[in-house]
């Protein structure tokens, strides 16, 4: 009895059905189930028989026999059915049924609601269905990476968490490879890569992937933007990889029907309890189940067909795996240093204020220009270290460094003013370093070869301060040195002078009373 309505929502929907109502706008004004409807409207005497092909409401081809209408199956056509030729235009130049309800909206003061379009789109599709091309690889041309949702694992507090597993496929031989990860970072995909590489013992030449965060940083099917990261692990293994167009998983579907066949095949109802235990049974699972399949496509044996044709095909193998590094993007501060991992490294001072591009590994730090160019290759320091900065013993942090380094800067003025740098560093010491800065500074304002004289002149009479350098550059002439002469008419002979002191002992001893005995 429960299926039986009341007379009077009966008699309802005769008359709205007669009225041309659809069958969905009934039950939703009377608040009963759609299929009730239908059910009622069947029992009318005037009802089409079941399986009649209604032509009703189509303008265009009304006398044609198996026209087939829009309009509900028994209610009444579609608001779309005046304007159905249009309709058809825009839908073969692509438009979607947002855009094509715009227009005649605007266009044609179109009154019906988006979702009408929305059913006519969806019945022309049906009528005129895209036809998708098959693609087929060489042996060792292509592989074809997806991401699906692996089987739970439990947790220490008991909760289930779902991995990603990853699903590597060679479009060849359909040979797979998958991986579970916690979650699809850059890192994380790159390394299950490279042990399905390892797996599979070779290199595909391209790998075709959808537009997932972990690889491509900006998705564009004629110029896509992939993380640097990936593209150097591309360059390091000798391979491509191409990015399928937005929404469209046929132009990987060898790798989407493989995702399914793991998850419905290997994964389906089976509880892990860790990452580690749920990959050592899918290694397992490759082995014994994947490869040992006849394929559906194919019809051949899949570990078969990669073993004798494809796998002598794959590129080889590099002798080492790719060289883990991190990296990311730094503005250069205003000192010239950029911070990596909380150490301090210094930039050439055209990038202060600009973006740069870090990456560095347990040994290096590399950093490039937005063009992606090496601008400084530099040695990893401790948290809280600098590369390279000033002290205050001058440029570098080493007060032999900075000698050694404001001496071969003299040196380029010439070899005169290198030997009073030397000087300079022996008699004073480090206080020495802001002279040579000073006759660096020299060289501004005076040409080189002036200053290699004026430091030649003050080697020669052992100056060593910076004042006499600058005094010898503003007067270089030497000074004039005059020969000893041996006689001269000005000049008595010192015999002379001999004769007149013995002469003075003598009167000196007269007048004091005493004999001299004259030699």
């Known amino acids: 009895m429960g299926n039986h309505i009341k007379v009077a929502i009966r008699h309802s929907i005769s008359t709205l059905s007669r009225q041309g109502w659809s069958q969905r706008r009934i039950a939703r004004e009377l608040g009963i189930d759609r299929k009730t409807v239908g059910r009622h409207i069947s029992r009318r005497p005037d009802a089409a028989p079941k399986g009649a092909i209604s032509t009703a409401g189509n303008p265009l081809d009304s006398s044609s026999k198996g026209a087939i209408s829009t309009a509900g199956k028994w209610g009444r056509k579609s608001r779309c059915e005046p304007y159905r030729e249009q309709i058809k235009q825009w839908f073969a130049q692509g438009l979607t049924a947002q855009r094509v309800y715009q227009d005649l909206s605007v266009e044609y003061g179109f009154t019906g609601s988006y979702e009408s379009v929305k059913r006519f789109f969806r019945r022309l599709k049906q009528a005129h269905p895209e036809r998708i091309y098959r693609l087929e690889s060489p042996p060792g041309e292509e592989a074809q990476v997806d991401f699906g949702r692996g089987a739970p694992v439990l947790q220490a507090n008991g909760k289930k968490r779902f991995p990603h597993v990853l699903r590597v496929v060679l479009s060849y031989s359909r040979k797979g490879y998958s991986e579970c990860i916690p979650r699809q970072t850059t890192e994380a995909f790159i390394r299950c890569l490279e042990n399905a590489f390892r797996a ?66 290997a994964l389906k109802g089976r509880v892990f309890s860790g990452i580690g235990e749920e990959n050592e049974f899918l290694r397992e699972w490759e082995r014994t ?93 401790a948290p809280g270290r600098f590369s390279d900065c000033l002290s205050t013993q001058g440029r570098r942090t080493s007060v032999e460094r900075t000698a050694t380094h404001w001496i071969n800067r003299a040196a380029r003025i010439g070899k005169h003013a290198e030997q009073w740098a030397v000087g300079v560093i022996e008699n004073r010491g480090p206080r020495g370093i802001r002279v040579l800065m000073g006759l660096s500074s020299l060289t501004r304002k005076h040409d080189p070869g002036e200053i290699e004289k004026a430091c030649a002149l003050a080697v020669s009479y052992g100056t060593y301060r910076l004042r006499d350098v600058r005094r010898l550059l503003c007067n270089p002439t030497p000074q004039e040195t005059f020969a000893f002469l041996e006689s001269h008419p000005l000049i008595r002979d010192l015999t002379e002078y001999g004769d007149y002191l013995r002469s003075l002992q003598i009167a000196t001893s007269i007048t004091k009373g005493k004999e001299v005995v004259q030699p």
């Open 200 to 265: 599979f013992g070779g290199v595909p030449r391209t790998i075709s992937l959808d537009n997932l965060k972990a690889a491509v940083t900006k998705a564009d099917w004629f110029d896509p933007e992939l993380n640097p990261k990936v593209e150097e692990f591309g360059r390091y293994y000798g391979t491509t990889f191409l990015p399928t167009r937005p929404y469209t998983p046929t132009d990987k579907g060898k790798v989407e029907s493989g995702v399914k066949y793991v998850k419905n095949n």
């Open 289 to 381: 189940v994947a490869d040992c399949r006849i394929h559906g496509t194919t019809r051949k044996q899949v570990g078969k067909v990669f073993a004798e044709e494809e796998k002598a095909t794959l590129l080889p193998l590099p002798a080492m795996t790719f060289p883990c590094f991190e990296e990311g993007e730094r503005t250069v501060h205003r000192d010239g240093y950029v911070e990596v991992a909380r150490a301090y490294y210094e930039v050439p001072e055209e990038y202060i204020g600009r973006k740069v591009w870090t990456r560095w590994d347990s040994r290096l730090v590399r950093v490039y220009n937005q063009r992606f160019e090496q601008i400084a290759v530099l040695a990893r320091l």
